[in-house]
């Protein structure tokens, strides 16, 4: 069994992936800041025998350096995370995903740690060809709109991390989340479908920004979690780039369509103008849609979870957590 070490692991995605590795037998430390992580998310597991945790900033070299030296492994999952936080906080987004991220590495080849690193669908950026496939070029917007720092941030991780494997022959795998949804996921920093089942559960208006007609892809945490574990056992991934997401594709408007069903909901759907969400000039992608045929030939994986199984499960969620 393999002692890990997460980062971000207060987070919704951290805190499902510790689930997974308590569960397979391995010993857990997790590292995050509390800034979008939870303390709930570290209670979960507080009284574990192989579970440990820091409240601390992985910018900290001191405390890196000692947690990174005492495991076997790292998921580096800590980033600034949501559009409203990174539209808001360009300078954090910038600094804690690239700071982060070059603490992390420095340190890994310290004591020859393999890194699986977090990186995003937003660098596809704009993006036309569909599904997005590892390879594809990347077409981001103009450093005027802060909206592009969040991408290009996660991108500058990528190369990063791949010049430390190619140069040092440090041992890195990258996997680029899609949307990625489930149990425990807030909506204050943006996340569209905990916000969507709120609203619902509430008979409040549910809020869809743009015209609606811009899709997404809904992984279940569940399965995001598996590839993530599943890449980690293969050795042909080191060195490589992932697409890790659902591939069923749905409209934001078509979303909220269907959580109001789902909720029995007598919820309104209103369609609110980009700028008045974010700023004035905000960008979206129209479509977002991963390939997974990658990570599907080399560890076997393919999503599994249907959407409206994902959405039952978040809707349980909130109803239990509000008569909890």
């Known amino acids: 069994m393999t002692h890990a070490l997460i980062t971000g692991g207060?987070?919704?995605?951290?805190?499902?992936?510790?689930?997974?590795l308590l569960k397979q037998g391995h010993t857990v430390t997790v590292i995050d800041d509390l800034s979008t992580g939870?303390?709930?998310?570290?209670?979960?597991?507080?009284?574990?025998p192989h579970y440990r945790y820091a409240i601390e900033d992985i910018r900290n070299i001191h405390v890196i350096d000692r947690l990174v030296s005492e495991c076997d492994l790292i998921y580096h999952l800590a980033a600034a995370v949501g559009v409203q936080k990174i539209v808001s906080e360009p300078i954090n987004t910038i600094e804690v995903n690239i700071g982060g991220t070059e603490t992390i590495l420095k340190t890994a080849r310290r004591y020859r740690k393999k890194v699986m690193i977090a990186s995003t669908s937003e660098v596809y950026g704009k993006g036309v060809n569909f599904p997005f496939r590892e390879e594809d070029d990347s077409l981001v917007g103009p450093t005027t709109r802060s909206r592009w720092a969040y991408a290009t941030s996660k991108a500058v991780d990528e190369?990063?991390?791949?010049?430390?494997?190619?140069?040092?022959?440090?041992?890195v795998v990258i996997f680029r989340l899609f949307n990625t949804v489930g149990p425990r996921q807030q909506g204050q920093y943006g996340m569209v479908l905990p916000r969507f089942i709120r609203w619902a559960l509430d008979n409040e208006?549910?809020?869809?920004?743009?015209d609606g007609a811009q899709s997404r892809c809904f992984g279940n945490v569940s399965d995001v979690v598996d590839a993530i574990a599943r890449l980690t056992e293969v050795p042909d991934a080191v060195g490589q780039v992932f697409n890790i997401g659902s591939d069923e594709e749905i409209t934001i408007l078509e979303l909220a369509e269907r959580v109001r069903d789902r909720c029995g909901s007598?919820?309104?759907?209103?369609?609110?103008?980009?700028?008045?969400a974010y700023e004035p000039g905000f960008e979206d992608f129209r479509r977002r849609v991963?390939?997974?045929?990658?990570?599907?030939?080399?560890?076997?994986?393919?999503?599994?979870?249907?959407?409206?199984?994902?959405?039952?499960?978040?809707?349980a969620y909130y109803k239990e957590s509000s008569h909890g």
Do not use: C, M
């Not at 990658?294 to 994986?301: D, L, Q, Y």
């Open 290 to 315: 991963p390939s997974v045929e990658k990570i599907h030939s080399v560890t076997g994986w393919l999503p599994s979870t249907p959407l409206n199984t994902t959405i039952d499960q978040i809707i």
């Open 205 to 210: 208006p549910i809020q869809v920004y743009g």
């Open 10 to 20: 207060a987070g919704f995605i951290g805190s499902h992936l510790s689930d997974l």
């Open 266 to 276: 007598q919820s309104e759907i209103k369609l609110i103008p980009y700028e008045d």
């Open 159 to 171: 190369f990063l991390a791949l010049a430390y494997h190619k140069e040092v022959g440090l041992p």
């Open 38 to 48: 939870r303390l709930e998310n570290i209670q979960l597991h507080a009284g574990h």
